[in-house]
Nanobody
């Protein structure tokens, strides 16, 4: 059974930082590209960042480049999202996803976590 479990969300003031983590179990972690998506209330789920199987290739939503950094540790079966200079508009539920290919689209992911809530106060 595949499980993706996110952690690290919470309440932070604007300008602050958070580091999200996601652990995958039940599959060989290095077989999957990993991605983060987010969904705010009343909005569609949107792409945040993705990283290829061994971390050579990364992709970011244009609006988040320079503030967010995705990384992975294949020895620990984990992917991370470092979020800096957070803004109130970053408030959303953040989801980790696994894809056997490198396709940064919500419709392409093979597995999803339950998400972790991030709230950025002004």
């Amino acid at each position: 059974q595949v499980q993706l479990v996110e952690s690290g969300g919470g309440l932070v003031q604007a300008g602050g930082s958070l580091r999200l983590s996601c652990a995958l179990s039940g599959r060989t972690f290095s077989d999957y590209s990993m991605a983060w998506f987010r969904q705010a209330p009343g909005k569609e789920r949107e792409f945040v960042a993705a990283i290829s199987r061994v971390g050579i290739r990364t992709s970011y939503a244009d609006s988040l480049k320079g503030r967010f950094t995705i990384s992975r540790d294949n020895a620990k079966n984990m992917v991370f999202l470092q979020m800096n200079s957070l803004k109130p508009e970053d408030t959303a539920r953040y989801y980790c996803a696994a894809d056997a290919q490198f396709r940064p689209s919500p419709r392409a992911q093979d597995y999803w976590g339950q998400g972790t809530q991030v709230i950025v106060s002004s």
